[in-house]
Structures are given as C-alpha cells and as structure tokens.
C-alpha cells in the first residue's frame, strides 16, 4: 500500500497559522482527506476532496494540494486546535493514514 | 442524527479470538461501506478495511487479511469484525466510521481491546 509521511509535530503561537504537511508519490492522483483527533476521543472529519469543509468545520481549516504534497492550513490557530491531524488517502490497493503529526497551540 | 454505537471494551488472551459490533442508525445503512480503523497505545491510526453494506464486498489491508474478517446483518444495521490468533500487540481502540473509499465522516467512540495473558 502507499506510504505518506507527516511531520511528527508542529507547534504554532494562537493567532498564528500552522500547516502540516503530508507527502507521498501517490498524492499527485488521489484525493486527500484530513481528521483532527483529539486527546482520548475519535477522530473527525476536517477537509475531504483535498480542500472541501463539511458542515460545522470552522473556515480557518483549509486544505491544498500540490504535486506529491497536500497541506492542511489552520489560520489563525486556537488553543481548542490542539489535536493530532491525520492526512488519509484511498486506494484500490489499501486506504493508509499518515504518520500523524501532533499540534501544539501556546 | 447519525450515529454509530459500538460494543463494549474486551479483555481476552493471546491466541483468541475477537469480535466488535457497530450499530448504525440515522442514516439508509446499505447506502455506505463501514470501515474499520485501529490506534493501538500512543500510535497513530492504522486502517484494517472496509465493508459494503450494500453487497458484502470487502478490501483488507495486506498484514491483517489472513486472520480479519468483516461482516454486515443489513436486518439490523449493524456491522461487525473478528480478529483471530490475537496477540499483545493487537492491544488496541477499534473504531468504525461510515464510508468506505471515500471520506470517513461519522465514527463510532471506539472499542478498547486488551490482549493479556
């Protein structure tokens, strides 16, 4: 199955903007989705499509996409962002998540 | 609203065998796959597969499929899976969310499963 590689944390100032990365050889033709997992809860939904929010997502979460690299950009972060983000991807030969990267707000 | 209600926490010994059940409500069940995510202690998510609701077809990941299996009772919109040959390192939360090869928009709370001797 495919491999994607996230930095294994980011730390980012409230106010600020935080990205995290993912990257993997077979992003250049997949969609990308993006799940905030907070600390002893399930995972939830924040970008699908590579840069599409569902319902009840705050609009300083957006995705892009370039090349073999997606980005999941949080503008102006907030100490509630604190979470580990998970990029994920499907595939006929295997869905795979990213190696998750913990944000940190302070 | 949607929801997904997962069985109970499990304790059980190496070698056996486990199975979790999740319950759908709130949405047309045979319209999604049900796909089953695992994080075991201070790890990252790992996906295990998916089933349609639909017609039964399945994808596994490679390292699981020889001892994961997947099932659905579409009389009672639940899915389930089974784990076999259980060892310690199967200590993990099972979860399963709604979807299959797309996105994985509702999640049930999780299933924790302890491999103890």
């Known amino acids: 199955s495919s491999e994607m590689t996230q930095p294994p944390s980011v730390s980012v100032s409230p106010g600020q903007t935080a990205r995290i990365t993912c990257s993997g050889d077979?992003?250049?033709?997949?969609?990308i989705y993006w799940y905030q997992q907070k600390s002893g809860q399930a995972p939830v939904l924040v970008i699908y499509e590579d840069n599409k929010r569902p319902p009840g997502i705050p609009e300083r979460f957006s995705g892009s996409m370039s090349g073999t690299m997606a980005t999941l950009i949080i503008n102006g972060a907030q100490v509630d962002d604190e979470a580990d983000y998970y990029c994920?991807?499907?595939?006929?030969?295997?869905?795979?998540f990213g190696t998750g990267t913990k944000v940190t707000v302070l | 609203q949607i929801q997904l209600v997962q069985s109970g926490d499990d304790v059980k010994k190496p070698g056996a065998s486990v199975r979790v059940s999740c319950k759908a409500s709130?949405?047309?069940?045979?319209?999604?796959?049900i796909t089953w995510v695992r994080q075991a202690p201070g790890q990252g998510l790992q996906w295990m597969g998916w089933?349609?609701?639909?017609?039964?077809?399945?994808n596994f990941a490679q390292s699981l499929q020889h001892r994961f299996n997947m099932a659905i009772d579409t009389s009672a919109d639940t899915a389930y899976m089974e784990l076999r040959s259980l060892r310690s390192d199967d200590t993990a939360v099972y979860y399963c969310a709604r979807g299959g090869s797309m996105a994985l928009d509702f999640w049930g709370r999780g299933t924790v499963v302890t491999v103890s001797s």
């Open positions: 709130g949405y047309i069940f045979t319209k999604y796959a």
């Open positions: 994920y991807l499907t595939d006929n030969s295997g869905n795979v």
């Open positions: 089933i349609s609701a639909a017609n039964g077809n399945t």
């Open positions: 077979v992003l250049a033709r997949k969609y």
